[in-house]
T-cell receptor, first 112, second 113 residues
Framework: GEDVEQSLFLSVREGDSSVINCTYT??????LYWYKQEPGAGLQLLTY?????DMKQDQRLTVLLNKKDKHLSLRIADTQTGDSAIYFC????????????FGTGTRLQVTL | EPEVTQTPSHQVTQMGQEVILRCVPI?????FYWYRQILGQKVEFLVS????????KSEIFDDQFSVERPDGSNFTLKIRSTKLEDSAMYFC???????????FGSGTRLTVV
């Protein structure tokens, strides 16, 4: 079955770059996503990437996908205190009706 | 920006009682989902719903759970006889045919006592 793993915790200083990593096992994953969850809040879609892409950039966010190693990363440039949250990677198979399978989540702590 | 709306935001219920969690998906979306997140754990898939029927369900979604889209706007999750271990945050999500992103609601925190 699908399995998506992330490291649990990352601490960075304000202004530095953050890199959050994710590995997945399902080679048929077609779409890979990054969601942000602030304390007590819902899941906010940050960005997604198709499996036929290597990289996607969206303002301060850069997603890198290594399909051979089944490794996905999210880089946040110039990390701000407002970026402190839990970040979930998720994968789906077809991207239409299929479910999302979430990773364990990485708690990003931004210090001054 | 269109939103997925969930009510109530927090519900406390006694063990054995029935609860109904409500969701209003984005109006032109076709695919609907329920997920849950037990405190401190990962977000788990419960069920997906399309064309007025369940598309897929997880092992968690047993006979105690049911979903319904009673009209053109609401999507509900019913838990027939709640257990302590049903305490979790329940998220509704919806998705359009041409979208690739799933839009989530803010969640309902269910506490079973």
């Amino acid at each position: 079955g699908e399995d998506v793993e992330q490291s649990l915790f990352l601490s960075v200083r304000e202004g530095d770059s953050s890199v959050i990593n994710c590995t997945y096992t399902d080679s048929s994953s077609t779409y890979l996503y990054w969601y942000k969850q602030e304390p007590g809040a819902g899941l906010q879609l940050l960005t997604y990437i198709f499996s036929n892409m290597d990289m996607k950039q969206d303002q301060r966010l850069t997603v890198l996908l290594n399909k051979k190693d089944k490794h996905l990363s999210l880089r946040i440039a110039d990390t701000q205190t407002g970026d402190s949250a839990i970040y979930f990677c998720a994968e789906s198979y077809t991207g239409t009706a299929s479910k999302l399978t979430f990773g364990t989540g990485t708690r990003l702590q931004v210090t001054l | 920006e269109p939103e997925v709306t969930q009510t109530p935001s927090h519900q406390v219920t006694q063990m054995g009682q029935e609860v109904i969690l409500r969701c209003v998906p984005i109006s032109n979306h076709l695919y609907f989902y329920w997920y849950r997140q037990i405190l401190g754990q990962k977000v788990e898939f419960l069920v997906s719903f399309y064309n007025n029927e369940i598309s897929e369900k997880s092992e968690i979604f047993d006979d105690q759970f049911s979903v319904e889209r009673p009209d053109g706007s609401n999507f509900t999750l019913k838990i027939r006889s709640t257990k302590l271990e049903d305490s979790a945050m329940y998220f509704c999500a919806s998705k359009g045919r041409k979208d690739y992103g799933y839009t989530f609601g803010s969640g309902t925190r269910l506490t079973v006592v």
